[in-house]
């Protein structure tokens, strides 16, 4: 039986939220003025209700908006922060899909080259979609040579591709997420469980490497025509 997830205390929970508000305030320079604006209206404008009414409770009312909207801020400037932090970072584009919610597979670097060119394959309801970062030129042909090794074993399934960048027809990784979401959803759940296997199968099969085989490797001489007369 799995274990219970432990629960983070409220204390553990404020470490986070601090370790989350220097992370954005060392990469945002409008973050720290926009989160001071964001608390102090609300807290003001409940303030002079309170002057004009009277009543505690508006002052309550003013402090929890006031969290509130910091908190919304942050989640906003945050997210905003790492991605673009993310751009430059081979592999990111496998931790945002990694991170979306619903039944996404994801293979990391199913191919790649010794520059960084990276094609990661990922499988859901939208079919399979091959993610390519890297040089747009190197990532086309790897991209190429994956869709016809693919297409052998998934039959009509659609494979769509996406190159992570900011060029036209290019995807920012900000955009990443909504632009898989938007996809179509073209296969069924019980075709991506076949689709996984069959996926799974074709990368635990053994490729003969190219080029002259070791002579370390090599029969010996007269082995083959004694196998010929077997």
Same mark, same amino acid.
């Given at each position: 039986? %799995?274990? &219970?997830?432990?629960? @983070? !205390? =409220?204390?553990?929970?404020?470490?986070? #939220? *601090?370790?989350?508000?220097?992370?954005?305030?060392?990469?945002?320079?409008?973050?720290?003025?926009?989160?001071?604006? %964001?608390? &102090?209206?609300?807290? @003001? !404008? =409940?303030?002079?209700?309170?002057?004009? #009414? *009277?009543?505690?409770?508006?002052?309550?009312?003013?402090?929890?908006?006031?969290?509130?909207?910091?908190?919304?801020?942050?989640?906003?400037?945050?997210?905003?922060?790492?991605?673009?932090?993310?751009?430059?970072?081979?592999?990111?584009?496998?931790?945002?899909?990694?991170?979306?919610?619903?039944?996404?597979?994801?293979?990391?670097?199913?191919?790649?080259?010794?520059?960084?060119?990276?094609?990661?394959?990922?499988?859901?309801?939208?079919?399979?979609?091959?993610?390519?970062?890297?040089?747009?030129?190197?990532?086309?042909?790897?991209?190429?040579?994956?869709?016809?090794?693919?297409?052998?074993?998934?039959?009509?399934?659609?494979?769509?591709?996406?190159?992570?960048?900011?060029?036209?027809?290019?995807?920012?990784?900000?955009?990443?997420?909504?632009?898989?979401?938007?996809?179509?959803?073209?296969?069924?759940?019980?075709?991506?469980?076949?689709?996984?296997?069959?996926?799974?199968?074709?990368?635990?099969?053994?490729?003969?490497?190219?080029?002259?085989?070791?002579?370390?490797?090599?029969?010996?001489?007269?082995?083959?025509?004694?196998?010929?007369?077997?």
């Amino acid at each position: 039986m %799995a274990k &219970a997830q432990q629960k @983070i !205390s =409220f204390l553990d929970r404020l470490k986070q #939220i *601090g370790m989350v508000f220097s992370y954005t305030a060392k990469r945002d320079k409008l973050f720290v003025p926009l989160v001071i604006l %964001a608390t &102090a209206l609300p807290l @003001i !404008s =409940f303030i002079v209700l309170f002057a004009l #009414i *009277g009543g505690l409770v508006w002052i309550i009312i003013g402090v929890l908006s006031g969290l509130l909207c910091m908190m919304v801020v942050l989640n906003l400037r945050s997210n905003k922060a790492m991605m673009s932090e993310a751009e430059n970072t081979p592999g990111a584009a496998v931790s945002i899909v990694e991170m979306m919610r619903g039944d996404w597979r994801v293979t990391p670097a199913i191919a790649s080259t010794t520059q960084y060119d990276m094609i990661h394959l990922v499988l859901g309801r939208v079919g399979i979609v091959l993610i390519g970062e890297g040089n747009p030129q190197r990532v086309r042909q790897l991209m190429g040579q994956e869709k016809r090794r693919l297409s052998k074993v998934v039959g009509s399934t659609d494979i769509r591709d996406l190159i992570i960048g900011s060029e036209e027809g290019e995807v920012p990784v900000s955009k990443l997420r909504t632009t898989l979401l938007k996809m179509p959803r073209t296969t069924s759940a019980k075709d991506v469980n076949a689709l996984d296997k069959r996926l799974k199968a074709l990368s635990s099969r053994p490729q003969m490497p190219k080029g002259a085989i070791p002579k370390n490797m090599r029969p010996p001489k007269g082995a083959m025509r004694g196998m010929r007369g077997r």
